[in-house]
């Protein structure tokens, strides 16, 4: 197959320091616009990856994903979100960088380009046959990335990936690629901008659809929630009034003796049938 990385080819704006900020900020926006439009077109590759995921997440399965830069980074903000926002323990969805936890804030020089490290990685939680990867990789070439599906698909792990380019060596290892092509980005090469943009959306959909159908929402609200600050125990108490029509005095309290919105609830509706 022919492989061509888009995202390496030449930005269609030139001489852009010569534009002025508001010329800069309109044709950065105006491109951003079009990444959406490309999300649509790989929704049916991405509910098939959602479907394969939560079946085998019903089984105590884990999610994972995979990348270097960033990539990496943006799986690794996916994964740490899960956490507060659906109640799961740290240990359900695990987001891993190429060069180890010091490499999300500064670049380890060549460690997305090791072909061992990443499975090495991985066997550090057990992986197993329940389990799902994914690998991010904006280009499709990482090897770091590549490398860690093909063992995956050695040992039977479900995996799938995140790509910004068509036909790229990942999406031919990964068994349920997902590719948003972007096209050129607006600073020649720079990923980190639709591309990332592109990457961060997509793991918006999968995580959040996968949790709902996990059963971590009730109606359109977190009920299942950490509540780890002050805003969020102020979000459990409406919830809570909304939910049993109750005061604000009432609910805070409720929510306060139990530390969980659905448990609150269920409570409640228990203790006044």
């Keep these: 197959m022919n492989f061509t990385k888009t995202t ?18 309109v044709s950065i926006n105006n491109e951003d616009k079009t990444v959406p439009f490309a999300i649509e077109k790989g929704i049916p590759s991405i509910e098939i990856l959602v479907t394969k995921i939560v079946e085998r997440m019903k089984k105590g ?8 830069g960033t990539s990496g980074r943006l799986g690794i903000v996916d994964a740490s979100e899960c956490p507060p926002t659906f109640g799961v323990p740290h240990s359900m969805v695990i987001g891993i ?17 090791s072909t061992t490290q990443c499975w090495e990685d991985l066997q550090k939680y057990n992986i197993n046959k329940t389990d799902s990867v994914i690998g991010i990789a904006a280009s499709g070439t990482t090897p770091y990335v590549i490398s ?14 995140i790509t910004c380019n068509e036909n790229s060596p990942l999406s031919q290892v990964s068994k349920y690629p997902i590719e948003i092509v972007v096209g ?21 959909m999968i995580s959040t659809s996968v949790m709902i ?14 509540l ?8 459990g108490t409406k919830m809570l009034m909304e939910e049993l029509n109750i005061s604000e005095e009432a609910a805070n309290k409720l929510l306060l003796e139990h530390k969980n919105v659905r448990l609150a609830i269920q409570k409640y509706t228990n203790g006044n049938q």
């Excluded at 390496?8 to 900020?25: A, T």
């Excluded at 399965?61 to 270097?68: S, V």
């Excluded at 059963?215 to 009920?223: C, D, E, F, L």
């Excluded at 780890?228 to 979000?235: A, G, I, M, P, Q």
Aim: hydrophobic share 35%.
């Design 8 to 25: 390496e080819q030449p930005s269609k704006y030139n001489h852009l320091e010569k534009m002025s900020v508001k010329e800069l900020l």
């Design 61 to 68: 399965g884990r999610l994972f994903y995979i990348g270097a």
């Design 148 to 161: 860690g599906l093909e063992k995956c698909n050695e040992n039977e792990i479900l995996t799938g990936c």
């Design 184 to 204: 050129p980005e607006f600073v020649t090469g720079s990923s980190r901008m639709k591309a990332g943009t592109a990457q961060k959306l997509v793991l918006n």
């Design 228 to 235: 780890s600050n002050n805003k969020l125990v102020d979000r």
């Design 213 to 226: 159908q996990l059963g971590k929402v009730k109606g359109n609200k977190m009920v299942e929630m950490q």
């Design 97 to 113: 960088i190429a060069g180890g936890d010091m490499a999300i804030r500064k670049a380890v020089e060549f460690a997305e380009d």
